[in-house]
C-alpha cells in the first residue's frame, strides 16, 4: 500500500510537471531583450509539455489525497494556461481543501492570484508564495516564482534573494531560467559582476540559453571584449532561428559591427530597425548619434 501511495504521487507530480513556464512582462521590456522574467508553473519555460491531466487521474487517486491534490493542481495550471482562471480557482481551492498545505498548491494559487492582476489578489499571492516556501525550504520553483512576483512589485532586492535560492539548487530542471532572472536582477540593482555570473551560471546550466548568451554579449560589450561579444551575439542569432529581432537585438548588433568596422552589417542592421521599429528608443538613438556624431556607448 504504501509503495502503491508513492508511485501514485510520483505520478501526479510529474503531471503537474508538464505545464511549461510562461513569460510575462513586468514594464522592463525595454531593458531586457525577452522583455520578462521567467515564471515557472512548476516545470520548464517554453521547453517541454506532457499530455493533459484527466479527470480520471484525479478519481485514481482518490485514495491518496495528496496525490488527488496534485492531480488538481496540474489541471489548473492547464487552466492557466488557457485563460480560464475561475476553473483554475475552483481546481486549486479543492486541493487546499483536502491538502491545505501542500507546497504545490499554494504555489499555484500564488501564480494564479499574481496572473488576474488586481490589487486584493496581489496582497492573497504573496501569502500564498510565503506559504509553500514554509512548507518546502527548497523548492525552487515557488522561490523564483516569489521572486517574479516580487519583481513585479519593485522590490527587486527581495527578488534578488529569491533567485539566488533557486538558482543555487542543482539538480533543479529549471535552474537555468532561475539563473537568468537572478542576472536580470542584478542588472537592475547595477550588480554587473554578479550578474555577469548569473548569466555564465545560466549559459552553464543551458548551453542552449539564449538570454543568456544576449546578456553576456551586452555585458562583454561594454567591458571592449568585441570579439567574444561578437561570438556570443552570433551564436545567439542561430539559436533564435527565424524569430524577429527586438529593437535591443538589432541595437546590440549594430554597436558589435561598429567596433569591428563591418559596415556591411552595421547598414543591414540599422536598415531593419528603421523599417521595422521606426519609432523605438534604440532607432531614436541612432538617429541622434548619426546626426550629432556622438560615441556609441
Known sequence: MMRNKQFQRINAIQSVKGFVR???????????????????????????????VSMMKTRQSAANPEAAALARVGIAAQYIRSGDLDAAQRS????????????????????????????PNQIKAEVYFK?????????????NNYGVFLSSRKRYAEAYTQF???????????RSAALENLGKTALVLGKQAAAQQAFTQ??????ESTVARFELAEIFLKQN???VARSLYDEYLRLAGDQEQSPRSLWLGMRIAKEMQDTGRLQSLAE??????????EYLRYRELVKTGAAWN
Open 22 to 52: 510562461q513569460s510575462k512582462s513586468y514594464g522592463l521590456s525595454a531593458f531586457w531583450v525577452c522583455g520578462s522574467l521567467s515564471v515557472i508553473m512548476l516545470a520548464g519555460c517554453e521547453s517541454t509539455s506532457t499530455a493533459p
Open 92 to 119: 486549486l481551492a479543492s486541493a487546499l481543501e483536502t491538502s491545505p498545505r501542500l507546497p504545490e498548491a499554494n504555489n499555484m494559487m500564488g501564480v494564479l492570484l499574481q496572473r488576474e492582476g488586481s490589487e
Open 131 to 143: 506559504r509553500a516556501i514554509a512548507d518546502k525550504e527548497d523548492f525552487a520553483q515557488a522561490h
Open 164 to 174: 539566488e535560492l533557486a538558482g543555487s539548487q542543482l539538480g533543479y530542471a529549471d
Open 202 to 207: 545560466a549559459l552553464q546550466a543551458n548551453r
Open 225 to 227: 571584449r568585441i570579439q
Open 272 to 281: 531593419r530597425l528603421q523599417q521595422v521599429y521606426p519609432n523605438s528608443d
